[in-house]
Every structure is written in structure tokens, then in C-alpha cells.
């Protein structure tokens, strides 16, 4: 099997004297090039005439490929429509990546440079942004750059040279090492998570508790019975890059750090981290959905933290599902899988329902805290002064809580100063050139931005479609308008900004955490990142600026979302002694999501989302998978559509929707269709999606890349 998207492995011949058994890695001859590639189980086709072979070249020192692994990189391969040689890349990564490994690197230059730079030469920058020194090779990989650009940029003082990192051996976590107290509810749920470890066979158990419930430190005792068997364990969290918590809760219960594996590491740390799994020296590892295809010898545990959290799922290349594929790699390794959220995602819950996953429930606050108090502010009552997005009873109770010395958070699901920006002379919309989506101001970097493709502009003087000056006006806000409205309400707070693009870097999240806990911040004002499972004892005021941001649009999934989304965020609120309360603003409090959350009724939310999806077969009591058409041009995407169209599967339980343009019609300079593909639920759709795309030839820059269980419809 070879990491390329061929539909299958190839046959060669073995020299004498070389015995490569399944799951060795080895060397073969490709296209008059050297490939590392793995020994699979398949058996030879008999077709291909023996003198037709060309031999193997050599065996690959490195541990081999394990049964396991190959059994779930065939079955995520099966599952996706995914070539198998691209799903087994990303197992086999690591090796690939050259034998000798640099000592020496590069960082960037401090102070940062003044001057312009080339679009280039940002990107190696910005693939310098974590501190974490490079080597050239691999700088340049990241950036898409060639390596002469980051000599170059040497030689002109940008880059400095450093010595990489050496990665410290991983010490094994120590199960005995006293952890905390545990409550009773704790204790109870810890057996039996400690239970299903011990049994050492397959099982699924959703862990299912309240923010600030104390659900990971009732996991952590699943750890630590894994560790006592003998096995790894793995920890899948949604972030990596926002878990400095997460790491500190760790370390204070078993003495050590964890090893820690996402796609941002450098390479040197990738390759002794992942060697370190394979030997089963790592013993537990915390990681981002990438961390599923680790050369575990021995996995007895994974947890899926935040399980219903979308960051899971892979969008672009193997299109998966961590959570999803999590459960299956268990399966394979007779392993305890444990999913966890306090908003568990309906899917889990329909296999709760049915008896195939177990479920622990943590109805209380550690510690007699008590859950937030959350309110409605209904904007067509008390809405904001014009031109503003703060309601007055929600700037009151910031001040309110401002003078109690206490924390408060703003929330806003959207980057940047304003999400439209249109001429107030000629009505023009500033449109990305590449994307259907307009372009989002950005005003700290004085850029309108596409967040789609990340074509970004000056903001310009004149409206560029009838030139009349300073005519350009912002509509709508983003987090960078809530903070210059909220500098304006509340001058002396000390304000702190939460956001994807202002926050980079592996520290940058941990030193907001920090500033936080130790109470040098006021006001916090953020995107999606502050609704992670951050705990913040002094925070007790959460207000949510734009509540039914995430209903618009109306995806099957957008009610769901909004209320795991609110509910995640208010759960920040009020987590030690004093109260936590929630403010919504909202156009329709009267909405069914806002209902749910001032009443703090998941579960009756649930049922109902529940009734609603199960008389049409709608997921997960019914079958989706998604074909994209994209294409350089409207005319061949629309023709491969049709094409696509006619060809529909039709059969009893089935469904076709579609062709009918994406929502995101252009997408960097592609033009997109989509169709669906709806099922009973006991409708297999692999075989009828396999047999349907067998049907049509796809003409020369055209594509259909498949979305089994979509979770975008964009
Ligand atoms: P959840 O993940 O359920 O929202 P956390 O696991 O973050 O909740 O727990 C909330 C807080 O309570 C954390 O600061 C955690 O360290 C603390 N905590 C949980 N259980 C205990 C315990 N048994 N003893 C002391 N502190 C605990
Ligand atoms: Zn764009």
C-alpha cells in the first residue's frame, strides 16, 4: 500500500532472501522513484504476470504497521469512500518524512519586521508564529514556500538560527499518584468507567454531566486504571491548542505530562513522540483527531472529550469523523471508548437510546455550585441605542458585576470588526473575488478578509465600484466592535480579546488562562474559543451578544448547535462560590433554542429535535452522504452535476437531493454543486455511493469528493 490515492495496493515481487511479512515498511519502485510504502494483508492478483513485477528494494528499520492499525485504516478507507493509500498516509506520515533528522533551525527575528513583505514570506513567518524553531525543510513545507525563500529571508536578518528542540523522554504517568477527592457522583460514575477499562473488551460508555460537573476527573480514573492493565490510553480533546487547563489537571493527577500529538508539531517532536508510541513508552496520549492514527501497541482506552463539538470532524482531505472513527478503533482493539459532553450530540444519544452505548450521568456542580440563572433580553423591547449591539440590561449587569470585583465574559461567534462592509453612496457590497462570501473587516490589520480562502485587501478610500470617498460603512458587528463598544461602556475594565486570529501560538491561549485565573482580567470578550471547557472560578457573568447568530440558515443541525454552543458558553458562568448568570440577547425569545436554555432543559430539547428528525428519516435515524461537484468552470460543474443527477441511485428507503448549487457556489475560484444522498437507516450507503460515482466520468478539472454523514452543508 502505497500513501497515494490509488484504489488498492500493488503486487511485487520479494528478492530472495528478504521475507517481509504484512505491516512491514518497506521500499518500492514507483514511476523510477523510491516510495516508502506498507506490506498489506491483501492477497496477490494473479492477473499480473510474475516477470511483470519489479522486486521490493528494501525493508524499512521502524517498528511495522500493526493488524490493528491496517483493520481500521481499510475500514475509515471503506467507511469515507476514501482511497485506502490516502487514509494509510496518515499513519504513516512520520516515516516518510526522511531518516535523518536536522538539529539545526530557524526563528523569527525579534522585533518582528517593519517592513513589506511578500506574501511568501508572511507564511513562513506565520509558520514561525508559535516560537517553536524550524527546520528549513520543513519550514518550507508548512509555509508552501521553497527552501530558498527561507535562505533568503536568513540572509536579510528575518530568520535566525536555533537549535531545535530536543524532546524530553516521555515518563510514565503514575496511576497511584493521589489524585483529588472524589464526590460520591464521581466516585460512582469512576467505577464504572474503571469497570468497562478492566474488562478489557469493546465498549462505549457516554459520560454525560453538567458543566463543571467534575467529568474529567472522573475520566482521568479511567486513565489510571488503563495505565494499571498495562495499556495506553488516548484522551481526543476538540483544541489542543486551548487545553493549558486540561494539561495542569494531568499533571497534578499523575505527577507527569501526557504526550501530546496534533498536526502543529514540529516534525522532530512528531517523529520521537510517535516512535514513542510505538515502543508503548507513551503511554497516555492527548490529542486532536489526527492522534486515531498513532501505532498504539496496546490502546485499552479512548476518551472523546466534548464529543459533540463539529472541530472533530475532518473536512477536507479524508473527510472523517474523530468521534465516530474513535469508537471504531476501539472496536478493533477491544477497547473502553468514553464520549463526553454536557451537551451530548443527538447521535449519541439515539445510540444511548438503543442500548448500544452506556450512559453516566453527573446531574450536579462539583463542589455545591450551582448551575447559572439564564435570562432572555428581548432586543425588540430593550434593544441597544442605534448603531450599537449592547443592550442596556446587559451593560447594566456588566457594571454591576464590574463593581462586585467579579469577571465578565462577552460572546460573539464572529472574527473581525463587522461581517459586511457596503457603500453608503452607491449600495456596493464588498465581495471576496474567489468565494461567494463577502468580505469581513478586519480593523486592527486595516484588511477586509475573506474567511473562506483568505484573500484579504486594504481597506480601501473609495468605494471601488462608484469612487465616491470615505463612503464605506460597516454592517453588523464582530468581536472587534463589541470590544471598541465595550472600551466605550466600561473605560476602566480591564478587557482581554478571545479569538482564533488574535490568539496564536500554543502559549498564547495558556497566558489568557493564566491572566484570567489570577484575576488581572475584567471583561472578557470572544469568539467560539471562550466556550471550551475553560474553568474560571471568578467569572460569573456571561453575556451572549447575538443569540440567534447561528439559527440563520437553518441547517438540519442549527437548532442543536446553537444550544450546544449557548449552553457550553453559559456553563463558564458561576463555577465556584458566587452564582453564575446568563444573558441572551435575542430577537425571538420565544424560539424553542432560547426556551430550552432559560429553562435549562437539554433533555427536553433533545426529545423534541429528536421527534422532529425521526418521522424523515433525518440523521441519525436516517442515513446522509454528500457528493461536491466542484469544477474550474459553471458550465462543466453544472454538466458533471447533471450527469451526476441522472445517475441517481433510486431504490425503496432512498432518496436523491439535488443537484442544485452550494451554498458557497464559488469557493476559491471553484464552482460548486451538491447533491445528497438520504437513507433509511439501515440503508448501507458505501455500496450505493461506490456504484453511483461508477457511473459517470468526471472530465479534466472537475471533482466529487464525498461526505459520508455531512456535517456542513456549505
Ligand atoms: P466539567 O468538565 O464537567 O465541566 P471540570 O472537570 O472542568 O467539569 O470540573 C470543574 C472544576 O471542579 C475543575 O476546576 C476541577 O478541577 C474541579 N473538580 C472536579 N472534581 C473535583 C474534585 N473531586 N475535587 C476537587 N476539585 C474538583
Ligand atoms: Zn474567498
Redesign the pocket.
Known sequence: MLPYPFPGPFDYRVPAGMDPQPGDVVLVPLNRREEVGVVWDASADEGVPDRKLKPLAGLIDTPPMRSELRRFVDWVAAYTLAPPGEVMAMALRVVAHGVAAPTMGWRRADPGPAARLTEARRRVLDALASQEPRATGELARIAGVGAGVVRGMADSGLLVPAVLTAVAPFAAPNPEHPG????SD?TAAAAVLRQAVAARVFSVTLLD?V???????VYLEAVAECLRQGRQALVLLPEIALSSQWLE?FERRFAVAPAVWHSDLPSRVRRVTWAAVAEGAASVVVGARSALFLPFPDLGLVVVDEEHETAFKQEEGVVYHARDMAVVRARICSAAAVLVS?TPSLETLANVEVGRYARLTLPTR??GAALPSVAAIDMRATGPERGQFLAPPLIEAVRATLARGEQSMLFLNRRGYAPLTLCRHCGHRMQCPNCTAWLVEHRVRRALQCHHCGHSVPIPDECPACGAANSLVPVGPGVERITEEATAAFPDARRLVMASDTMTGPHAAADAARAIEARAVDLIIGTQIVAK?W?FPHLTLVGVVDADLGLAGGDLRAAERTVQLLHQVA?RAG?AEAPGRVLLQTFSPEHPVMQALVEGDLAAFMAREAAQRRPGHWPPYGRLAALIVSADSATVADALARDLGRAAPRGDGMEVLGPAPAPLSILRGRHRRRLLLKTRRDVAVQPILRAWLGKVTTTRGARVEVDVDPLSFL
Open positions: 483529588e477527592a472524589l464526590s464521581q454531566g458543566t463543571g460537573s467534575g467529568k474529567t476527573e489537571r454536557a462539583h463542589g471547557g474553568h456553563g463555577r
